[in-house]
T-cell receptor
C-alpha cells in the first residue's frame, strides 16, 4: 500500500540553526500539507501546497518557514532559524482528488535545544 | 471559519463494551468530516469520512460514525471495544471552499481496559 514517508524520524538541533524536514508524498497525489503537533496535543495546520505553490498557510507559518518541491517526488519544510518553541512533531500529508482524505506520514520529531 | 469540538479529553471503556467518541462541528457550508486515530509515537491513520450520502458511515477496524446535521455532530462508534483500540482519536472538518486543509479537534484519548 502506498504511503507517505518522512525523514529524519528525529532531529535534534541548536536554537538558531536551520532545519530541513523531508517528505515523499504518495506518487499520484496532487495536494501536499505540513502539520505540526506539540507533545501529543492538537494537530495544527501549517501550509498547503498545490501546483508548485503555496495555496494556503496558517499564522504559524511565518517568514522563518518555507516549503519546496525541488523535484517530482520530494516535498520539504525548511525552518531557517529554529526557536525553542519549534520543538514538535511535524507531519507531512498528501491527498489525491477533491474529496479525498489526507494520508499522513509517521512524522519527524524536532527537538530544539 | 470551520471548527470541530471534542468535548471529552478521555473516554474509558471496558473491553467488549460499546465505544463512543463525540465530535461536533461548525462550518459555513456543507461539511466534509473525518476521523483519524493516532497510536503512540505514530502518524495519523485515516478511519473514515463523511462527504455526502448515508448518514451512517462505516470505516476501518470496525468503526463507524453517524452524521447528524441537525445536531452538527459526527460521533465515532464501535459496538465492541478492544484493548488495542486504546489510542488518541481526532475528529477533523474541511470546508468545501478550502484547499483541502483539515481542521482538527483537540483529540480524545480512549482507554480500553481488559
Amino acid at each position: 500500500e502506498p504511503e507517505v514517508t518522512q525523514t529524519p524520524s528525529h532531529q535534534v538541533t541548536q536554537m538558531g540553526q536551520e532545519v530541513i524536514l523531508r517528505c515523499v508524498p504518495i506518487s499520484n497525489h496532487l495536494y501536499f500539507y505540513w502539520y505540526r503537533q506539540i507533545l501529543g496535543q492538537k494537530v495544527e495546520f501549517l501550509v498547503s501546497f498545490y501546483n508548485n505553490e503555496i495555496s494556503e498557510k496558517s499564522e504559524i507559518f511565518d517568514d522563518q518557514f518555507s516549503v519546496e518541491r525541488p523535484d517530482g517526488s520530494n516535498f520539504t519544510l525548511k525552518i531557517r532559524s529554529t526557536k525553542l518553541e519549534d520543538s514538535a512533531m511535524y507531519f507531512c500529508a498528501s491527498r489525491s482528488g477533491a474529496a479525498g482524505e489526507l494520508f499522513f506520514g509517521e512524522g519527524s520529531r524536532l527537538t530544539v535545544l | 471559519a470551520q471548527s470541530v469540538a471534542q468535548p471529552e479529553d478521555q473516554v474509558n471503556v471496558a473491553e467488549g463494551n460499546p465505544l463512543t467518541v463525540k465530535c461536533t462541528y461548525s462550518v459555513s457550508g456543507n461539511p466534509y468530516l473525518f476521523w483519524y486515530v493516532q497510536y503512540p509515537n505514530r502518524g495519523l491513520q485515516f478511519l473514515l469520512k463523511y462527504i455526502t450520502g448515508d448518514n451512517l458511515v462505516k470505516g476501518s477496524y470496525g468503526f463507524e460514525a453517524e452524521f447528524n446535521k441537525s445536531q452538527t455532530s459526527f460521533h465515532l462508534k464501535k459496538p465492541s471495544a478492544l484493548v488495542s483500540d486504546s489510542a488518541l482519536y481526532f475528529c477533523a472538518v474541511r470546508d468545501t471552499d478550502s484547499w483541502g486543509k483539515l481542521q482538527f479537534g483537540a483529540g480524545t484519548q480512549v482507554v480500553v481496559t481488559p
